[in-house]
């Protein structure tokens, strides 16, 4: 047994109401700048749907994730090392700009500048890539609340054997909202398709980061990713993905996307897992079995053997103390709620989702029964508005009687709890037919409705023995812009592979360069602007009361005070 922590996420989608803040605060966080204009890190996807980028999870053209070999060994699907050598030069299994979408703006400067006309101007649309005039056709998110659904909805691949539980007709039809991050997997194919060695896993908490300073954008990254979730920075050349806001997490923080989070559907936590056995795990023939097998990976943080082999690992005591506290160990393996998002790719992924049960609630209520009867509720799932299959493609490769049994968990949860909250006499029968018992039955309710910020994000901070191996890393993975870490000015093998800056250069480069780029997005009078998100509210810094007032309050802004 070799024990590894490694950070996870449970998203609970009945809680998920689609509203993108998750979306927009990662963007601002991590995307804003030139290069990265059509990339979400975190997006919310609307089911059924074809995703971002569109039918990503079609793995029959893009050839991701892993599959078994002839003698039951693990390949990419992508293939190995001499196919990958033979078109390192020209990928052919890449997503197109227009598989994603072409980023916009609008021609806001029109709507002030414009001549005498006889209709009112207009802001057009225009290209952040090219800056040219476009066309919007496509975005991120096209098929919200199924906006996209009669045009596109058939080319969702999930639906692709069930068209006939899966319709798009007025009251026949369902949707649900899916966000998604990277998967920060235990077995990443992204890490094992990149020729370059620039995509690893942090040792100490199971991170997936790009080092920016050994990519060579060969691009194999995004289409060894079956997720889709690894993207090409077009100007710097390099490769970028979601860092589960590593900076973040290292003082104990929860991510962006969770921090934001309206609904308050994300729940963050520390695991153990014994990494000697996740090759076996993800060899597992049937495909159909790789929720157990990857369930089974997971330690019980509470098990004294495990503990002893944890601190014989070098895994720090509050470390495994927050495991033993972890939300997510108790969403997936105490209580059986949180399912892996498609298992099938063998990548063994670490967020994972506690499928939708809403509509079967507002079934029963239509028809004039009890909707929180748990005998109404039991008999209604096989009614479910949203198919079980199509649920079951999502989440457990097609095995239907792994998400029955959480809806019916779900469903049990509701009914119990209507008699505590009535006061009435709990039915332990309900709990016994869904193999809890009450007690278990009221700590997931409590997680699942009544958690409190700390019960939510159990997030151990990095310890200080391990800054220095930390610091390097970071720097490995940080942004792209001129002259922050990772970007070390020209070196042997072409641009930004010279020597690493220091992290501390981070924050000021941010600071003064943040959203510098030559599109139209950015004014071409941007260096005598003021970017209010990165004014302190000290002084009165050029371009915040126009060119005129920038030399008699240049004094004031030098010595930080405040003009008379």
Known sequence: MRVMAQMAMVMNLDKCIGCHTCSVTCKQAWTNRSGVEYVWFNNVETRPGQGYPRGYEDQQRWRGGWKLGRRGRLRLVGGGRLRKLATIFSNPKLPRLADYYEPWTYDYANLTTAGPQQHTPVARPRSLISGAPTKIEWSANWDDNLGGAPEHGHRDPIRQGIEDKVRFEFEQTFLFYLPRICEHCLNPSCAASCPSGAIYKRSEDGIVLVDQDRCRGWRMCVSGCPYKKVYFNHRTGKAEKCTFCFPRVEVGMPTVCAETCVGRLRYIGLVLYDADKVLAAASTPDDTDLYDAQRALLLDPNDPQVIAAAERDGIPADWIAAAQRSPIYALIDTYRVALPLHPEYRTMPMVWYIPPLSPVVDIVRDTGHDAEDHGNLFAAIDALRIPIDYLARLFTAGDTATVEAVLRRLAAMRSYMRDINLGREPREHIATAVGMTGE??????????????????????????????????????????????GMGGSGPFGESSGGVSPIAVENFHMLRQRQETDTVAAPVDKGSRVNLLNWDGKGHPPGLFGPASDAANSDDHSTGRQPE
Request: charged fraction near 25%; aromatic fraction near 10%.
């Open 440 to 485: 278990q039955i009221y700590d997931m309710y409590r997680l699942l409705a009544l958690a409190k910020y700390d019960q939510r994000y159990v997030i151990p901070p990095a310890h200080a023995e391990q800054a220095h191996g930390l610091e390097e890393l970071a720097t490995e993975c940080s942004l792209d812009y001129e002259g922050g870490p």
